[in-house]
């Protein structure tokens, strides 16, 4: 039996520390998802403050407003009935991580930290986060108490884990971690997750749209699966061009790619054009429901990832 899926991703054009712009545009992507029948939302990593804060990172001011943001995302009717997955700074135990946070009808479902770091090139990301260098282990997360008072929970889970639905399991990874020769979504993949995300902060340099290309279909092509690809589009207050190309891949293929470049800041994904990809393919597509074993005999990962269960 196949199971019909629709999933969004979407490129955003957001600012440095512009936290209302960014959350306008957040909403405008959700709203844009939701109009296109999709159950799931992806954005680009960070995108509640903006990807280059650099030292703004050290304020505890751009962590507050970051969940000032975050409980307008989770108090909005735009966010209902749709599992939201955006990108902010988050401290537990007083460090600093670069993080996702998962929520669905104001439940915060997980925060995931961001386990493999970019910290070459014209990235510095360890000045600023560390990594999460725990696989596999999830801590409790004593969420603010302004969230506390949305949410109505005290503790959410943190750390590396992936979402079993009735349907489905989600696994996230974030930008580098897909350019990384230990890519979480191996693993993932082993341990059965059907549809792989990643949230990137991507800038633009000549040929790396095709590298991303690459990276991305052979990331779904081994064990079978979906791969969203959301990213910044624009200049964010930095000196580089982050420069868009969400994608979704199926099985290895890539069946729908946005603008690399464009002047658009969000409007496209309210025109289902451009800038939000909407995938609507059936589940059937995947190995597991061809009723062929989804991956070689003794190749699924013992330790298994904690899944947290929706
Ligand atoms: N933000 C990141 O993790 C960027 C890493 C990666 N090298 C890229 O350019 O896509």
């Known amino acids: 039996m196949g199971r019909k899926v629709t999933v969004a991703t979407c490129a955003l054009n957001q600012w440095v520390l512009d936290f209302e712009g960014n959350t306008e545009r957040i909403l405008r992507s959700v709203e844009?998802?939701?109009?296109?029948?999709?159950?799931?939302?992806?954005g680009p990593e960070l995108e509640i403050c903006g990807y280059g804060c650099a030292d703004h990172f050290y304020e505890s001011d751009t962590l507050l407003h970051s969940f000032q943001a975050l409980k307008v995302l989770l108090?909005?009717?735009?966010?209902?009935?749709?599992i939201c997955d955006v990108g902010m700074p988050v401290m537990h135990h007083?460090?600093?991580?670069?993080?996702?946070?998962?929520?669905?009808?104001?439940?915060i479902l997980l925060i995931r930290p961001k386990m493999l770091m970019a910290n070459s090139g014209v990235y510095r990301e360890m000045r600023w986060f560390s990594p999460w260098n725990r696989p596999r282990h999830v801590e409790d997360y004593f969420l603010p108490r302004m969230i506390q008072e949305v949410t109505g929970q005290d503790t959410v889970p943190f750390g590396d884990c992936v979402l079993s639905t009735k349907d489905t399991c989600i696994g996230t990874e974030m930008c580098a971690e897909l350019w990384n020769?230990?890519?979480?979504?191996?693993?993932?993949?082993?341990?059965?997750v059907e549809i792989f995300t990643n949230s990137?902060?991507?800038?633009?340099?000549?040929?790396?749209?095709?590298?991303r290309v690459h990276l991305i279909r052979s990331a779904t092509?081994?064990?079978?699966g979906i791969?969203?690809?959301?990213?910044?589009?624009?200049?964010?207050?930095?000196?580089?061009?982050?420069?868009?190309?969400?994608?979704?891949?199926?099985?290895?293929?890539?069946?729908?790619?946005?603008?690399?470049?464009?002047?658009?800041?969000?409007?496209?994904?309210e025109r289902h054009s451009g800038n939000l990809l909407c995938c609507n393919r059936t589940l059937a597509l995947l190995p597991c429901q061809r009723g062929e074993p989804p991956r070689e005999p003794g190749?699924?990962?013992?330790?298994?990832?904690?899944?947290?269960?929706?």
């Open 75 to 82: 108090e909005s009717p735009v966010t209902q009935d749709i």
């Open 181 to 192: 020769p230990d890519s979480p979504h191996i693993h993932m993949g082993r341990d059965g």
């Open 32 to 42: 844009a998802a939701k109009a296109g029948g999709a159950k799931y939302r992806l």
């Open 299 to 310: 190749s699924a990962e013992c330790a298994g990832d904690p899944p947290h269960k929706l």
């Open 94 to 107: 007083n460090v600093r991580y670069n993080c996702r946070v998962l929520f669905l009808n104001r439940k």
């Open 200 to 211: 990137s902060a991507s800038h633009h340099e000549l040929r790396k749209a095709d590298q």
């Open 221 to 224: 092509a081994k064990t079978g």
């Open 227 to 269: 791969y969203l690809y959301a990213n910044q589009r624009g200049c964010d207050g930095d000196r580089v061009y982050y420069d868009g190309c969400a994608m979704v891949a199926v099985n290895g293929d890539v069946v729908a790619r946005g603008d690399q470049f464009s002047l658009d800041d969000v409007v496209s994904l």
